[in-house]
């Protein structure tokens, strides 16, 4: 029981961060808090090519939480 919630807890944590990844960094918020850094840092977090690289790693978290859910699924 307890190593089953657990996993379930795992996999919600790698289902929600990779949302936030996916997310955060082509909203407004994100946009607001690069520009109150440096110049040199804002320029870098607000490239769309940083912006995709972390939405890609929000995809990689959902595909890994899918996988393990499924795979729990199938030996339950």
Do not use: D, N
């Amino acid at each position: 029981m307890r190593q089953e919630v657990r996993f379930w807890l795992e996999v919600v944590y790698l289902a929600l961060a990779g949302w936030v990844c996916v997310l955060v960094p082509w909203s407004r918020g994100w946009l607001a808090w690069t520009w109150s850094l440096p110049p040199a840092w804002a320029q870098l977090l607000s490239h769309p090519a940083l912006r995709g690289a972390i939405s890609g790693f929000g995809v990689l978290h959902l595909l890994v939480a899918l996988g393990f859910a499924t795979k729990k699924e199938r030996t339950s």
